[in-house]
Nanobody, 119 residues
Framework: QVHLVESGGGLVQTGGSLRLSCAVPGRTFNSYGWFRQAPGKNREFLGRISGVGGTTLYADSMKGRLTLTKDNAEDTAYLQMNSLKPEDTAVYYC??????????????WGQGTQVTVSS
């Protein structure tokens, strides 16, 4: 059983920043992916970071605003997003254990954390 613990969501003002964390204590996975889903929209890939080495891949729409990092000592991945806009309002998810293939091919998903950007 793999239990991902997400935290850091909440209400943010336009132009502000958010930092989300995704902890899987005691486990290191090949990849940690980040996604979001806004009401009425499909789930959107934001980026991913490798578990070892910290190699990152960002969605084109996120380049320049998104930074993914990982603290290996804490087995925790982080998402930092800047210059937030109301359209960034969504439930944000992390996922681990990438199967390969499509960008959302992960075996384990967090519970999601709500981020609301006020205008």
């Amino acid at each position: 059983q793999v239990h991902l613990v997400e935290s850091g969501g909440g209400l943010v003002q336009t132009g502000g920043s958010l930092r989300l964390s995704c902890a899987v204590p005691g486990r290191t996975f090949n990849s940690y992916g980040w996604f979001r889903q806004a009401p009425g929209k499909n789930r959107e890939f934001l980026g991913r970071i490798s578990g070892v080495g910290g190699t990152t891949l960002y969605a084109d729409s996120m380049k320049g605003r998104l930074t993914l990092t990982k603290d290996n000592a804490e087995d925790t991945a982080y998402l930092q997003m800047n210059s937030l806009k109301p359209e960034d309002t969504a439930v944000y998810y992390c996922a681990v254990d990438f199967r390969g293939g499509s960008r959302d091919a992960y075996n384990y998903w967090g519970q999601g954390t709500q981020v609301t950007v006020s205008s």
